[in-house]
Structures are given as structure tokens and as C-alpha cells.
């Protein structure tokens, strides 16, 4: 079958992008849990929280794209007449490429927005020491 995951041509680029994902996922949410623990200050929190949503976010797109690729090639599939697998029918079941573009442009914008607020909370501690 091609669209089978014992197929490395199917089972690679869908489970790099799956695992890629989900490890995203993983580092986002350890990234927001930590940071906010040590943050000393209310905005050093938040950058925290938002950078920790902005790195899950874009796991989240990478998972997106794992099964549009999946769904890609279940339209394929369909030209030849060959049922696509379970993964191949979630995978043109819904628009996931807009799916993971809306997703991967808020993860990106999540996470410059860390990044302004971090920077902000350092310099109003250094103001505030001097």
C-alpha cells in the first residue's frame, strides 16, 4: 500500500512532522511552565506564557502539516482508484495547509511578542535599579 507508514516514502515526512510537532508541543509547554516560575516580574511572566503558546503553536502547525501532506496524498490516491488509508481520509477531511498557516503565523506573532515583552521587562529592571 502507499500511503502505508511501514512505506518510508509516506512514513517519513509525515512522522518528521508529526514528532517534529509534537516535541514543539513538548518545548513550548516546558518553556512556558519554567520560565514563568522563574519570572520575578508580571510582564516576565506573561512573556513567559506567551512565548511557551507561541513555540506550541508552531508544533501544532507542524502537526497540521504532517497531515496535509497525508491528505495530499490520499488525493492522489484517489486519481489512481486505490482507497487511501485512515491517515490519507483525516487528511482530506479538512483544510489543514490553512489550518497550519493560520496557526504558524499566530505561533510566529505570539512569539516576536515574547520577545518585545522580555525585552521590556529587562529594561524597566534595569531602570528601575538605576
Known sequence: MLQSLSDPLFAVPFLSALGGGLLGVAVG???????????????????ARV?????????????????????????LLDRTGVEPSVLGRIGRSFPWDVAAAAVGVGALVCVFVAMGLSIHAKRSTADAEN
Do not use: P
Request: overall charge positive; charged content about 20%; cysteine-free.
Open 29 to 47: 509547554t516546558g518553556y512556558g511552565w519554567l520560565f514563568r516560575r522563574r519570572a520575578e516580574s508580571r510582564t516576565e511572566r506573561l512573556s
Open 51 to 75: 512565548g511557551g503558546v507561541g513555540l506550541a503553536g508552531i508544533g501544532v502547525a507542524s502537526v497540521a502539516f504532517g497531515f496535509d501532506y497525508a491528505g495530499t496524498q490520499a488525493r
